[in-house]
């Protein structure tokens, strides 16, 4: 997973580089190369509603959910902004690695974090993000350690937003998360695609 987060960053930092070193051009042609959709100036906020696909080692065997995931962005010029992301997941359910087997059970994560971006391009747009917030679990059987369980929880990781329009862009996404539950450390993968409002 970590070369993953030094490719994330390399394709994030080398463009941005790139741009600052470029040949010197002045006024409007430098600034409207800069900014996709003949130089409109990015948008302050972003919308992003998608699928949430995570792969969580919460037992010692991977178990999966499938669910919704929305991350609200406030950019504070073109490639620094603060995310909060509400993350829900579904479907999942212990098969036979908890005693008693079969448990279903759904997650809420809830967090917050910085965003850096390199929204120049017209075609692609990588970034990287950091949130901390809580990771809820709760299962199907309410009584014992398999109840409603809560901890502190981080991901990062980065993703790719597409444009399609001045307004909106696809999304695919890719993070590693940690959670603390039962006295030990678990680190969970989730993916997440889905649409970006730009306003």
Known sequence: MRKIHILLVAILIFPIMATAQGPAGSGADSRSRST?????????????VGYQYNRINLTGTPLNTHGVDTTITRYFGSWFGVDGQVGV?????TGKTTVPPNLGFHTLFVGGGPRLAYRAHSRFQ????????????????????FGNNKSLAGAAGGGVDFPLTEHFSFRVEADEMETRLFSTYQRHFQVISGLVINF
Not at 89 to 93: C, D, E, I, R, V
Not at 138 to 143: I, L, M, S, V
């Open 36 to 48: 996709p959709f003949s130089g409109t100036v990015p948008a302050q906020w972003q919308l992003a």
């Open 89 to 93: 997941g579904f479907l999942g359910n």
């Open 126 to 145: 990588p970034w990287l993000h950091f949130v901390i917030g809580l990771e809820d679990f709760r299962f199907t059987q309410t009584a014992g350690i």
